[in-house]
Structure formats: C-alpha cells, structure tokens
C-alpha cells in the first residue's frame, strides 16, 4: 500500500519458498536489514499444527522469502505470543504463547498452578477436571 497523497494497494512479487499459511503468528520489521521477520503461529496445513519456524521477506530490489536456520536453543513452538526486533542488539524477542512447554509445567505446579492441559487435550479431560475440582472446593 502506497502511502502517498492517493493510497493505493500494488501487487507485490516475491521470490523464494514462501512459508506455510499461518495465524496467530508474529511478524517484525528489522529496519537495519530491510526485512520482516516472521515466527512461529499455527500452521494452516489442515490440522492446525503450532510452529517454531523463523523466516525473513527481504525488502530490498527482488522481495524473497528465506527461512532462517538460527544456531542455539530457540522458543518452542507457539501461537498467541508477542515479540519485538531490538534494533540495539539486532535480536527478535518473543513472549508469550498459547503453548507453555512440558519443562515448564512442574515449576508452575510448584508456585500454586492446580493443572496445565496441553493441545490436544480432549474438552471432556479438562471439563472433568473441572467438576472434580470445583466439587472438592466446595466441600472443602
């Protein structure tokens, strides 16, 4: 979309493998490199599947898409979460998410947090859950 005195929205040819389709993804611009950054979401392959892939839209003469293989650690796989470029440090940081990892589940069972259910977890799991521990409040 130009953002000029009159607006208009122009066709943007790309090159490259372009990532899945996906939602609840998220993407930053790194204003150093002339590029989006787009990570992780739920991937629109049929089954809705949560993402840990990070890929970069170059901006500069030819547009193209290039997934990025980065070194160390990275966050797991998630959807609903938040994230920023620090162009200080010329780093993306990511929060949050709608998958909180296994490793992660026993401390938060330790600082008070009854139960985590998962994806995938049946609504009938987590509705018993439910009653047996709304039940046990009550007489308790």
Do not use: C
């Amino acid at each position: 979309l130009s953002l000029g005195d009159d607006p208009e929205w122009t066709p943007l040819t790309v090159s490259g493998t372009p990532p899945m389709g996906r939602i609840r993804h998220s993407a930053v611009y790194d204003p150093d490199g002339n590029r989006i950054i787009v990570f992780g979401g739920l991937g629109l392959n049929g089954n809705l599947v949560a993402l840990d892939d990070v890929w970069s839209l170059s901006l500069s003469n030819q547009p193209t898409w290039t997934r990025l293989q980065p070194s160390g650690p990275g966050p797991s796989a998630r959807y609903f979460h938040s994230a920023i470029y620090d162009p200080l440090r010329q780093r993306l940081l990511v929060f949050g998410g709608g998958i909180i990892p296994d490793e992660d589940v026993p401390l938060l069972k330790k600082k008070g947090v009854h139960q985590v259910f998962g994806p995938g977890t049946p609504l009938s799991t987590i509705v018993r859950y439910l009653n047996e521990n709304l039940t046990r409040a009550k007489k308790g």
